[in-house]
């Protein structure tokens, strides 16, 4: 079992994966500024396997030092989507990239280290996505990503995951992103408003992206210095097809296309995620399961728009 250290391990993902490494056996260590006052890992203070530091990744002498004393590091910490890196771009350059260099610079190379990159750096493209397709980051954040994704290859130490849009539910929730906000609007308010409706999108649910994490540790050495696209083959659909899903789990909802106005967000793809399958791994849960668990899972968060629940 490995000593894995996860930079924003409180965060929608990390919490997710915190709690299945340690179900597999894993000591995890967690580094995380708790920017958005999150308890999301209070669960984990039980486990005799877990650890929190609570400090910043900017912090170059302690992250450093925790870097040393692990076998694998998995830098989550982030300013994530295109709104949140356009509000503070220095943070999100020292955030997104300057912290995934400098753990780069820190490794020896009996060490391991797996990356979460965006296929949203794929921009928008009429071909089928694989991971040899070029790069049109069309926002600060995909481009601050990318450059970390480079920094990491070139030093030839790592693997790097090429990430869908995530959903479902997790003990750090987020209502921004797209299917999870698509769900809650839907429950809410009883109706979408969709721009652009036919532009299309990978997803995959966030319990499989903790899989694939553990996947790659069990498989570390055949995955050295590869890049992988991480999604749901079955989940390459439109805006307008995901509301469609969602209809039939909500019946009276109304979904109306709004020909007239664009969407900031021009990200219009399909994705192959054949490289990563063609190793074993494949993902367990559909949009139909992350729904319904949404659909469940929302009558907890009471207050609409509330802070806690977005990156935003």
Known sequence: MSKVLITGGAGYLGSTLSEHLLDLGHSVTVLDNLMYKQLSLLSLFKRTNFKFVHGDVRNTELLKQLVASHDTVIPLAAIVGMPSCKQNPELAIDINFNHVKNIVNYLSQDQQLIIP??????????????????????????????????????????????????????????????????????????????????????????????????????????????????????????????????????????????????????????????????????????LEYGIQQLIHGYPLIINHNNRNFTNL
């Not at 990159?117 to 980051?137: A, H, L, M, R, V």
């Not at 600060?140 to 450059?147: F, G, H, P, Q, R």
């Not at 969709?194 to 532009?199: A, D, K, V």
């Not at 509301?243 to 909802?253: C, G």
């Open 117 to 286: 990159n965006t296929n949203s750096q794929y921009g928008s493209s009429d071909s089928i996505i694989t991971e040899d397709s070029p790069f049109k980051p069309l926002s600060l954040y995909a481009e601050t990503k990318c450059n970390a994704e480079k920094v990491v290859l070139d030093k030839g130490i790592g693997v790097v995951l090429r990430l869908a849009t995530v959903f479902g539910i997790s003990p750090r929730m987020r209502q921004d992103l797209l299917v999870n906000d698509f769900v809650y609007k839907s429950m809410y308010d009883g109706y979408l408003v969709i721009f652009e409706g036919h532009f299309k999108r990978n997803y995959i649910h966030v319990q499989d992206i903790a899989k694939t994490f553990a996947f790659i540790i069990s498989n570390y050495i055949k995955c050295n210095n590869q890049v992988y696209n991480v999604g749901l083959s079955s989940a390459n659909i439109s805006k307008v097809e995901l509301a469609e899903k969602i209809k039939n789990f909500i019946p009276n909802l109304v979904i109306k296309q709004d020909e007239f106005k664009e969407d900031f967000d021009k990200r219009n793809y399909i994705v192959s995620n054949a490289k990563l399958e063609s190793l074993g791994w494949h993902a367990e849960y559909d």
